[in-house]
């Protein structure tokens, strides 16, 4: 990334199971943390915690990851039948 009073450097990891959508923008020095969901055309300036939900420009967080499990757990259409 280049700005005009600042060069930004950086590796960017992103861990396993990552959703990432269209158009997103992710700059240098930033993590993805495992099983996070990233909404198309978000501009990623800092960390994403590992299981949560963002979006934005710039990025905000949607939901944790414990707000994403409850989701899950509240959701009909994860309820398994036995």
């Given at each position: 990334e280049y700005l005009i009073e600042e060069y930004r450097l950086?590796?960017?990891?992103?861990?396993?199971?990552?959703?990432?959508?269209?158009?997103?923008?992710?700059l240098p020095g930033?993590?993805?943390g495992s099983h996070a969901v990233v909404s198309a055309g978000?501009?990623?300036?800092?960390?994403?915690?590992?299981g949560s939900f963002v979006g934005g420009n710039p990025m905000q967080i949607?939901?944790?990851a414990?707000?994403?499990?409850?989701?899950?757990?509240?959701?009909?259409?994860?309820?398994?039948e036995e």
């Open positions: 950086g590796e960017v990891i992103i861990g396993d199971e990552v959703m990432i959508g269209a158009n997103t923008t992710i930033v993590e993805i978000t501009l990623v300036h800092k960390d994403v915690p590992a949607i939901y944790t414990e707000e994403m499990e409850q989701r899950k757990q509240n959701s009909p259409s994860y309820v398994v």
